[in-house]
């Protein structure tokens, strides 16, 4: 008799757990809003000199290709995409190449060179957040049309948001330009952006969005071209640009707490990219690099865009024995070992 009942019971209790894990695989699409740490390509089609679809960028990406993102290959939410069991990539919303159905799984709005702060995408003429927003909107209404009011709406609200900025607002606008130094100490800076910051996902949130990873700074003044220009500190990091970034990603923690409870069912969670970029800076041979202070891109030393050029004899021929591709963005390889470091956090908190 107990044999006979074995089987069946087997059968649903498998059968139940392929259900569990049906409806437990909740995340239908990956949506990417921020700078050129996840811009994959939308700078390609504005005017701007910030670009990066011409060679050596994207020799490692699949068919050698470059995308407009700034790396050797692939870039963070090509990662988290692929490793929530969605596209290996995600594609630009601006690029020509791709309509609405890809668009469906994953979409990036993201610009190189953006930050919280109008003024900042002013520096380079890139997309401002605000206009990153814009285009969201758009697209909401197209995906609308071309799935369903309704089917739309459960992807757009079941969707895994992922902001990435900041680290323009402070090096390529606050620290360089006079305007906002004039006008705030850098306490009050980090207080104006996190400001921005909370209007931008109270805006999402109003759009219907719940799921966003909000990731804080890097330590940025480990950047090769922040080393570079450190000449009287025998090109070490940069100490001041580290600790502003580590208050704003305390300042940033506040924030997702403050949300959290303002907003009924906002998931908002933020991603610690400081801590592993900067584990793996202080000790690149235990992941296999063998250079971290400068990048693989022609001197590495302040090489970025137009200037990191396929003819300069001297880019490195292994791209994975760098931290950095060029002076301001990482290697493929770091990038993954960023989201490898982040995925178990999302994944518990999202699917
Ligand atoms: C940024 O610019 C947009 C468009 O001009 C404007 O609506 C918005 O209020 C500006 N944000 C700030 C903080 O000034």
């Known amino acids: 008799m107990a044999y006979t009942y074995t089987t069946p019971w087997l059968l649903v209790v498998t059968e139940l757990l392929i259900l569990v894990s049906i409806t437990e695989s909740k995340v239908p699409a990956i949506i990417v809003f921020g700078d050129s740490t996840v811009d994959a390509g939308n700078n390609n089609v504005v ?82 957040m605000w206009k990153e927003l814009e285009y969201y909107k758009e697209y909401q209404n197209k995906l609308r049309a071309h799935v369903g009011k309704d089917k739309a709406n459960e992807i757009l609200s079941e969707a895994l948001y ?11 606008n606050y620290y360089i330009l ?19 910051a909370g209007n931008f996902i109270r805006e999402l949130y109003g759009l219907g969005v719940r799921k966003i990873s909000l990731t804080g700074l890097p330590p940025m003044g480990c950047l090769p071209l922040e080393r570079t220009l450190n000449i009287l500190d025998q090109n070490e990091c940069v100490e001041k640009y580290n600790k502003v970034a580590l208050e704003f990603n305390w300042k940033l923690n506040g924030l997702v707490k403050r949300l959290n ?32 202070e400068v990048a693989c891109c022609s001197t590495g030393t302040y090489e970025m865009s137009y200037l990191c050029s396929e003819h300069n004899p001297l880019t490195c021929l292994d791209a994975n024995k760098y931290v950095f591709w060029d002076a301001f963005h990482p290697t493929e390889k770091t990038n993954h070992i960023i989201v490898n470091h982040l995925i178990d956090a999302l994944q518990a908190n999202y699917r």
């Open 47 to 128: 005017s701007t000199l910030l670009k990066s679809n011409f060679r050596p960028y994207g020799r490692d990406f699949s068919g050698g290709r470059p995308t407009g993102r700034f790396s050797n290959g692939r870039i963070p939410p090509d990662f988290i995409s692929e490793a929530f069991g969605l596209k290996p990539t995600v594609p630009a919303y601006l690029d020509p190449a791709y309509d609405i159905a890809d668009f469906a799984t994953g979409v990036c709005f993201a610009s190189a060179g953006t930050g919280y702060d109008n003024a900042t995408s002013d520096v380079l003429n890139v997309i401002p």
């Open 178 to 196: 006079p305007k906002r130094q004039s006008q705030f100490t850098v306490k009050q800076y980090e207080d104006f952006l996190i400001g921005l």
């Open 162 to 172: 992922l902001m990435s900025l900041g680290t323009n607002d402070f090096l390529e």
């Open 261 to 292: 409870k303002e907003l009924p069912g906002l998931r908002l969670m933020l991603a610690d990219a400081y801590t592993i970029l900067y584990q793996i800076i202080k000790r690149p041979s235990l992941y296999g690099f063998d250079a971290v």
